[in-house]
């Protein structure tokens, strides 16, 4: 730790304080699985810098005084655009898991999306929030499998699903492949066991024991068909093309979520910050659109709104939050991202997502 990084979560002033926190309280190899980006981490590292070059091109003389980050998804509203991005195995981070995490989104009243990678069993997650709960979910070789868990999960109460389409294979990480990164001792993912099946994961590669949860044959055609599994609204995760977004609509999913993994999946991939906008225009009114992707300030929401986003999600830093203070810590990253959001809004001269988006490219434009 560098002398100047806080030591507790109450010294921690923004979300690269408490990354430094949980980069000394998270077990090493969990750290690196965490950090990781495929092969030379050109996307992961890109990700973080291409929002930066997006200058705003703040309003001067604006009446700041009433402004909201409000934001309607699928019906519900909440108070800022920003939810927690599905991120698999939230006990190695803390022992509360993903029910710190839901617990904290529940008291900022924002959305979650549970990893179908989760460590908690879905039911418990969705206990532990009133807020909106989505669910990730890899549509696995066994469809049966697939259908019944999505069953299972809109029978819970999850609120819509996120099919990932950036995931026919895994990745490549060479921090996992050199630390010979194994899932932990008495860590469970527990969604993914079927009857009949081994209990529990523990001491087992990610890739190989749950390689039938992935399939390299999907197409839009079972993006379809997931889709009349359930009643609830289907979004498709890990897109960056426009025509990519408009086949994900005509295949009846009722949102889009341009994302590349958070680096994790082909490294080489454009950062989102970069693609964003064509995909929004692709998606023309015809569903939300959500994006990740090294989302780290306020500035940064302030920014995809501008592009044509409805909302944004962060993976990393709720990791960091569960890692510096478990249900504390996420709280602590969810409130610093939003105070951040209002108070960029307030020095950029704007009152409302509305506003940011209909201002769009003239607020944040790319240096020239
Ligand atoms: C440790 C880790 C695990 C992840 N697990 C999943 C997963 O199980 N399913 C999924 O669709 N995306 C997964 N993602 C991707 C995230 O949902 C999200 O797209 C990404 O983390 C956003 O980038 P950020 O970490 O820079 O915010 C994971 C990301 C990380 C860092």
Redesign the pocket.
């Given at each position: 730790m560098s002398p100047h990084s806080p030591s507790s979560l109450s010294s921690a002033v923004s979300l690269a304080d408490l990354a430094a926190i949980a980069a000394t309280t998270i077990e090493r190899t969990a750290w690196d699985?965490?950090?990781s980006g495929a092969w030379d981490e050109t996307t992961?590292a890109r990700?973080?810098a291409a929002w930066r070059e997006l200058e705003i091109h703040y309003r001067g003389m604006v009446d700041v005084s009433q402004r909201s980050g409000r934001t309607a998804l699928f019906g519900r509203t909440v108070p800022c655009p920003l939810m927690a991005?599905?991120?698999?195995?939230q006990r190695m981070a803390h022992p509360d898991g993903e029910c710190a995490t839901a617990r904290a989104c529940s008291a900022a009243g924002l959305p979650m999306?549970l990893?179908?990678?989760a460590t908690t069993a879905l039911e418990e997650v969705r206990a532990a929030t009133t807020a909106p709960l989505w669910m990730?979910v890899?549509i696995a070789q066994d469809r049966g499998f697939t259908r019944s868990l999505v069953q299972r999960a809109e029978a819970a109460g999850i609120e819509a699903f996120?099919v990932?389409a950036d995931?026919p294979v895994w990745g490549v990480r060479e921090r996992d492949m050199r630390n010979g990164f194994r899932v932990p001792d008495g860590m469970r993912i527990v969604n993914l066991e079927r009857p009949g099946g081994p209990t529990g994961h523990s001491g087992v590669g990610i890739g190989g024991a749950l390689s039938w949860t992935i399939d390299a044959t999907l197409t839009w055609r079972d993006v379809e068909q997931l889709a009349s599994w359930t009643s609830r609204p289907v979004v498709v995760?890990?897109l960056c093309r426009p025509d990519d977004v408009r086949a994900a609509f005509d295949a009846g999913a009722r949102g889009v979520w341009i994302?590349?993994?958070?680096?994790?999946q082909l490294d080489g991939a454009p950062a989102t910050a970069d693609v964003l906008a064509a995909c929004a225009s692709a998606a023309a009114g015809r569903g939300p659109v959500v994006v990740?992707?090294?989302?780290?300030r306020g500035t940064d929401i302030l920014r995809a709104i501008a592009l044509g986003a409805d909302a944004v999600?962060?993976?990393?830093?709720i990791?960091w939050g569960l890692g510096a203070g478990g249900e504390a810590g996420v709280a602590r990253a969810l409130e610093m991202l939003r105070g951040e959001f209002e108070l960029a809004m307030a020095l950029a001269g704007v009152r409302s997502t509305d506003e940011i988006r209909t201002l769009g490219p003239d607020l944040v434009r790319r240096r020239t």
């Open positions: 699985y965490y950090r992961l990700s973080e991005a599905p991120t698999a195995m999306c990893s179908s990678l990730q890899y996120a990932t995931t995760k890990g994302s590349n993994h958070g680096g994790r990740d992707g090294g989302i780290r999600a962060v993976g990393r830093p990791l």
